[in-house]
């Protein structure tokens, strides 16, 4: 039987697809329909075929109207998407917990336990379901895999995961590091394994994930023993419009001052980050002003790299020894010039660019020179053949 895949990424209003097989990576199809629900617009939907997209106004009040958009867009603009071809559904879900160490086959305990979970990640987790319903309704007999951005970090040790506050937090309330972006680290670990000639049991990499949400992960013999982002993707890296690392002291001090809770959760999610040094979270942007001499964006820069530097310099130390470095993600695989800033913090590692090596775009490479003492490398990540890898991986 084929291995072709729908790998789907719902989120509260949108649905994202690609359907692919997931022994050779072939992408048949993909799109996405965006505002899904939204009372004062109509949804989109656009369907990627060979290159060509469709774009289209859709009624889509919610996830299963979405699905039948979806199918829709196959049986109009090909290929044919017929059930007994499926090999199965791959749903991308944001929190598992600490139930889920792997994908999950999709039965009314696993849904259950993703709903539970929804105080963990009340933003994603409900989409997710949502998407995962949709799909059940719509392809019922063909088997439904959930796979979790988060259980690749369940391999933390307790010294990693466990924060040092008060018994009946981590207990009661499940406080402790979950870890994010848990689909991306993997397979771009397992990939910088393989270009650097390596198994993947004897190598140890740092992964930065950096993208519009940012996190980094210290990968040891495949398994992950650190990572940056904790209960919700505010912990760690500078990101688009999210701060990373804060004192916790920092929402009593604004309650004392009269910022009411709803802003503080505002400035944090949407208001913070590059947004919040620079007026924009487009890190294109931020690099069109470092140019025009603006020195906001020369700071944000200089507090970007200089927490990524500082990652991967804590990262070396858990790891023990360090045989890589991945950048991956938009800016990851996109900005020379962030990669150039941060590889230059890291000299203490022996750590040497090659501008030449460096410039330019996406492709998989090599950015430092062979002298340097360790090699950093984009890797773009994939994280929809990821899923469908993983989705083929538990039924098979
Ligand atoms: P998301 O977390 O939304 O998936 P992406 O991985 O798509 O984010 O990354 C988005 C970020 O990548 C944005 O800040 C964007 O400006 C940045 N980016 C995309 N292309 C480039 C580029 N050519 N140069 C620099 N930054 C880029």
Same mark, same amino acid.
């Given at each position: 039987?084929?291995?072709?895949?729908?790998?789907?990424?719902?989120?509260?209003?949108?649905?994202?697809?690609?359907?692919?097989?997931?022994?050779?990576?072939?992408?048949?199809? /993909?799109?996405?329909?965006?505002?899904?629900?939204?009372?004062?617009?109509?949804?989109? !939907?656009?369907?990627?075929?060979?290159?060509?997209?469709?774009?289209?106004?859709?009624?889509?009040?919610?996830?299963?109207?979405?699905?039948?958009?979806?199918?829709?867009?196959?049986?109009?603009?090909?290929?044919? %998407?017929? =059930?007994?071809?499926?090999?199965?559904?791959?749903?991308?879900?944001?929190?598992?917990?600490?139930?889920?160490?792997?994908?999950?086959?999709?039965?009314?305990?696993?849904?259950?336990?993703?709903?539970?979970?929804?105080?963990?990640?009340? &933003?994603?987790? =409900?989409?997710?379901?949502?998407?995962?319903?949709?799909?059940?309704?719509?392809?019922?007999?063909?088997?439904?895999?959930?796979?979790?951005?988060?259980?690749?970090?369940?391999?933390?040790?307790?010294?990693?995961?466990?924060?040092?506050?008060?018994?009946?937090?981590?207990?009661?309330?499940?406080?402790?590091?979950?870890?994010?972006?848990?689909?991306?680290?993997?397979?771009?670990?397992?990939?910088?394994?393989?270009?650097?000639?390596?198994?993947? /049991?004897?190598?140890?990499?740092?992964?930065?994930? @950096?993208?519009?949400?940012?996190?980094?992960?210290?990968?040891?013999?495949?398994?992950?023993?650190?990572?940056?982002?904790?209960?919700?993707?505010?912990?760690? &890296?500078?990101?688009?419009?999210?701060?990373?690392?804060?004192?916790?002291? &920092?929402?009593?001090?604004?309650?004392?001052?009269?910022?009411?809770?709803?802003?503080?959760?505002?400035?944090?999610?949407?208001?913070?980050?590059?947004?919040?040094?620079?007026?924009?979270?487009?890190?294109?942007?931020?690099?069109?002003?470092?140019? !025009?001499? $603006?020195?906001?964006?020369?700071?944000?820069?200089?507090?970007?790299?200089?927490?990524?530097?500082?990652?991967?310099?804590?990262?070396?130390? !858990? %790891?023990? +020894?360090?045989?890589? #470095?991945?950048?991956?993600?938009?800016?990851?695989?996109?900005?020379?010039?962030?990669?150039?800033?941060?590889?230059? +913090? @890291?000299?203490?590692?022996? #750590?040497?660019? $090659?501008?030449?090596?460096?410039?330019?775009?996406?492709?998989?490479?090599?950015?430092?020179?062979?002298? /340097?003492?360790?090699?950093?490398?984009?890797?773009?990540?994939?994280?929809? @053949?990821?899923?469908?890898?993983?989705? &083929? !991986?538990?039924?098979?």
């Amino acid at each position: 039987m084929s291995a072709l895949v729908l790998v789907l990424n719902a989120g509260s209003s949108s649905l994202k697809y690609q359907l692919l097989d997931a022994d050779s990576g072939t992408v048949s199809a /993909s799109g996405v329909v965006e505002r899904i629900g939204e009372p004062d617009a109509k949804a989109v !939907a656009r369907h990627t075929v060979s290159g060509e997209a469709t774009t289209r106004d859709v009624d889509a009040p919610d996830h299963h109207a979405a699905m039948r958009v979806v199918l829709d867009a196959f049986a109009t603009d090909g290929p044919p %998407l017929r =059930p007994q071809d499926l090999y199965a559904v791959g749903h991308r879900v944001v929190h598992g917990g600490d139930l889920f160490r792997s994908p999950a086959i999709v039965d009314d305990a696993v849904i259950d336990a993703i709903e539970d979970l929804v105080p963990l990640a009340p &933003l994603h987790n =409900p989409g997710n379901l949502a998407g995962i319903r949709a799909a059940r309704a719509a392809f019922p007999t063909t088997p439904q895999v959930a796979v979790f951005d988060t259980a690749f970090h369940q391999t933390l040790p307790p010294h990693a995961f466990t924060y040092a506050v008060p018994r009946e937090w981590r207990e009661r309330h499940r406080v402790r590091r979950y870890g994010f972006h848990g689909t991306s680290h993997a397979f771009v670990s397992r990939r910088l394994a393989t270009l650097l000639g390596r198994d993947v /049991s004897e190598t140890n990499v740092v992964v930065l994930h @950096l993208g519009n949400g940012a996190s980094a992960a210290a990968v040891a013999g495949g398994a992950c023993i650190d990572t940056s982002m904790w209960l919700s993707p505010l912990e760690g &890296l500078v990101m688009g419009t999210r701060p990373g690392d804060l004192d916790p002291a &920092l929402p009593s001090h604004l309650a004392r001052e009269g910022v009411p809770i709803e802003d503080y959760d505002r400035a944090l999610n949407a208001g913070s980050g590059l947004r919040g040094l620079t007026g924009t979270n487009d890190f294109r942007e931020v690099e069109r002003l470092v140019e !025009a001499g $603006d020195p906001d964006a020369a700071l944000a820069l200089d507090i970007v790299s200089y927490r990524i530097a500082k990652y991967v310099g804590s990262y070396a130390v !858990a %790891l023990g +020894r360090l045989d890589g #470095i991945a950048f991956t993600a938009g800016i990851g695989e996109h900005s020379p010039r962030l990669r150039a800033e941060v590889l230059a +913090r @890291l000299g203490l590692l022996g #750590i040497r660019v $090659d501008a030449d090596r460096n410039a330019g775009g996406p492709s998989e490479r090599v950015v430092t020179a062979d002298d /340097s003492a360790v090699p950093a490398w984009v890797v773009p990540t994939n994280e929809e @053949l990821e899923i469908a890898r993983q989705t &083929l !991986a538990v039924l098979r």
